[in-house]
């Protein structure tokens, strides 16, 4: 997917001493004004794949905050480079403070995307393009747009909330945090929309944007993280009639050559195998930092050995659970020699370039709107014989019993416990954290995980002594502070609690 993204043109006048008022001002020739460029259908589909394309920036690190920040993953520590303790390893540590640079590029990255996000839909209103074209296309802006304030709201509570653009710079300086509930108002209102404007698929061209199964599954995923568990139920039953289905082999779900596939709701679009710069490149990321090729396929290349998977994770799943072994592996041969430090396999698979993989993200899978719909109708009426058939769907693939006689309570830990395993290295384990309990009740569950990470390290530290404020979890932590920079920027915006 070629990323395309409107340009706003200054014109510069070099002063020297020979310009004067006839100077020649001129424009770059190969650069259009936003003012010209919305012209036709054609322009708005460029300016929606650079929408699809800003995707890939937030979702190249989405892991640190969704993965790594939970009980799933941990680093490959390293007693020689300690330059990541204060960025991206602060939090695996729960050390985060406001001038995190992660932080930082978590929020401008986000917003960055809302900026053209909202431009496109304001010239899109008045356009004269082709109907069903420019309802689809509305569709998808809002869906994307709800996908990013569903985040922000998840990551941060209270965010600033902009629909439109600004006419000036100076309105910047009088944004301030919307309440939590308005920005789900939001979310809801425009995921809405984006169901009615969505059609259920697309031409073969057209695989992998966002659909009306999309849209309704990730409002099922909003009225879940709600608790309004009707709404959810009611949501994510209008998914199931359109067409979606388990692969058989859990592992098709990952491999570059089945992208897009029956169980796919919605990912993230990567080509590897050339140099347009839209490739992936999470083995890289996730191997262990000195495994070399043994992992990535080639010779020399020097990984970064984050996300991990912990000994926690590791045990969570089941004796003859099939997804384990595709899912990660308990470490590499290099040399003849076998390391047991473990690694995600998920997105392990041979590519013809280096550091250019072809896998997409997985968002949203079928598998995770059969576990929500589970989930839904047992917190909403009990764990009847249609919820528990759903959470037997995803178990039978992955070669487990099915299982019966649950309470409602046991049956809530049951499905959580299958949401961790299925969507494993996925991105979902803090939010469903977070979403399933309140702000003591995670860092009472997460102290609790540091104890045991902290007296077995998944990988050795060299004979580096954890800190003392490492994995100290308090009740503030439920959510990340806004970027120092922003509030220098803005002195209207306000700290989140606990953060200095």
């Not at 069903?132 to 996908?147: D, H, M, P, V, W």
């Not at 568990?229 to 859990?250: I, M």
């Not at 140099?275 to 070399?292: C, I, K, T």
Request: hydrophobic share 40%.
């Amino acid at each position: 997917m070629k990323k395309i993204t409107p340009y706003i043109i200054a014109t510069l006048c070099f002063l020297q001493f020979s310009c004067k008022d006839d100077f020649l001002i001129t424009t770059d020739a190969t650069r259009i004004s936003t003012d010209l460029f919305y012209a036709n259908q054609s322009q708005f589909e460029q300016a929606l794949n650079g929408v699809y394309g800003q995707l890939q920036n937030i979702t190249n690190t989405a892991y640190i905050g969704q993965e790594f920040m939970s009980d799933n993953t941990t680093l490959d520590f390293n007693p020689l480079d300690r330059g990541g303790a204060a960025g991206w390893e602060a939090f695996e540590f729960s050390t985060v403070n406001p001038g995190n640079g992660e932080i930082a590029a978590l929020w401008n990255n986000h917003y960055a995307t809302m900026y053209n996000i909202n431009y496109a839909l304001e010239k899109l209103a008045p356009s004269t393009i082709d109907a069903a074209t420019k309802s689809a296309i509305e569709g998808q802006l809002k869906f994307i747009r709800a996908y990013h304030y569903f985040n922000l709201v998840r990551y941060f509570g209270d965010v600033v909330l902009v629909t439109k653009t600004l006419s000036n710079p100076n309105e910047a300086f009088d944004l301030v945090k919307s309440p939590e509930a308005d920005v789900y108002k939001q979310i809801e209102a425009d995921l809405k929309e984006a169901v009615n404007l969505l059609p259920a698929t697309y031409p073969a061209v057209g695989r992998g944007r966002a659909t009306k199964g999309a849209a309704l599954s990730l409002l099922g995923k909003v009225y879940l993280t709600l608790k309004r568990y009707p709404e959810a139920v009611t949501t994510l039953k209008q998914v199931l009639p359109l067409g979606y289905s388990l692969y058989a082999n859990y592992k098709d779900n990952f491999d570059p050559a089945r992208k897009n596939g029956s169980e796919s709701v919605f990912e993230v679009q990567y080509q590897g195998g050339n140099d347009l710069g839209e490739q992936s490149n999470f083995v890289y990321v996730f191997a262990p930092r000195l495994s070399q090729g043994a992992v990535t396929g080639f010779a020399n290349t020097t990984p970064s050995g984050r996300n991990i998977p912990t000994n926690d994770m590791i045990a969570a799943y089941e004796t003859g659970d099939l997804r384990k072994d595709i899912s990660l592996q308990p470490g590499y041969t290099l040399n003849g020699t076998f390391v047991a430090i473990p690694f995600i396999n998920k997105y392990r698979y041979t590519h013809t370039i280096t550091g250019r993989s072809d896998n997409n993200w997985p968002i949203l899978r079928y598998s995770d709107v059969l576990l929500m719909l589970a989930e839904a109708i047992n917190e909403a009426t009990g764990p009847d014989a249609e919820a528990v058939g759903y959470l037997n769907q995803v178990r039978k693939r992955a070669g487990l019993a099915d299982l019966s006689g649950l309470s409602k309570d046991t049956f809530r830990t049951a499905v959580l416990k299958e949401r961790r395993v299925e969507l494993a290295f996925e991105n979902h384990r803090w939010f469903d954290l977070q979403r399933t309990n309140t702000p003591a009740q995670l860092a009472t569950f997460m102290n609790a995980y540091a104890v045991k990470e902290k007296a077995t390290p998944t990988v050795p530290r060299g004979g580096i002594a954890f800190n003392a404020l490492d994995y100290v979890y308090e009740d503030f932590e439920y959510i990340l502070p806004i970027p120092a920079p922003q509030i220098l920027i803005n002195s209207k915006l306000t700290q989140n609690k606990g953060y200095q």
